[in-house]
Antibody, heavy 122, light 110 residues
């Protein structure tokens, strides 16, 4: 049974960097058939896909245009997890952040982390 | 980028009734990558339907999906009390990669 466990702070100051981690159990971050994502949800923006990483003989990473200049997503094979870093945070980045998994060919999010409520405030 | 528009915004029905939720895409999309999710307060979304019409593991058969091109539908044949929630559709475009969601339909008890 695949499970995703998120960790990270719930409060970030404006201009600082958000760092979140998603630990994977029951699957491998290096799986050739899974893709690992970050998604956020806010009342103003709804559900918004942020980025993904996956391994297909080499590592690939993609980010949404809206956050591309500020976001880094990294796999950590030694800990079987992946992370999100979003810098230059503003109050508009206040949201619930989720990690999630898709399986190759389906394009839908079968497994979700529990979510992390992140507030950007001084 | 493809935009998904869901209707109605809110649907008020009673247990036992049939619910029909709509998701319209701004341009034709592959039905092989169209999903529906249920979200309850304080929980992450849960996948109900993938490939427009295939039920995810453990999803009751009162949930069904249909559609193609730009128009997709989620139907709940007989509403149970636990079905009252917010429902989202979602699609995936390959190049550039995007995973847009609809804005959601709230299914509330009448």
């Amino acid at each position: 049974q695949v499970q995703l466990q998120q960790s990270g702070p719930g409060l970030v100051k404006p201009s600082q960097t958000l760092s979140l981690t998603c630990a994977i159990s029951g699957d491998s971050v290096s799986s050739n058939s899974a893709t690992w994502h970050w998604i956020r949800q806010s009342p103003s923006r709804g559900l918004e896909w942020l980025g993904r990483t996956y391994y297909r003989s080499e590592w690939f990473k993609d980010c949404a245009v809206s956050v591309k200049s500020r976001m880094t997503i990294n796999p950590d094979t030694s800990k079987n997890q992946f992370s999100l870093q979003l810098n230059s945070m503003t109050p508009e980045d206040t949201a619930i952040y989720y990690c999630a998994r898709t399986v190759a060919g389906t394009g839908v999010f079968q497994i979700w982390g529990q979510g992390t409520m992140v507030t950007v405030s001084s | 980028e493809i935009v998904l528009t869901q209707s109605p915004g809110t649907l008020s029905l009673s247990p036992g009734e049939r619910a029909t939720l709509s998701c319209r895409a701004s341009q034709s999309v592959s039905s092989s990558i169209l999903g529906w999710y249920q979200q309850k307060p304080g929980q992450a979304p849960r996948l109900l339907i993938y490939g427009a019409s295939s039920r995810a593991t453990g999803i009751p058969d009162r949930f069904s999906g249909s559609g193609s091109g730009t128009d997709f539908t989620l139907t709940i044949s007989r509403l149970e009390p636990e079905d009252f929630a917010v429902y989202y559709c979602q699609q995936h475009s390959i190049s550039p990669p995007t995973y847009p969601f609809g804005q959601g339909t709230k299914l509330e008890i009448k």
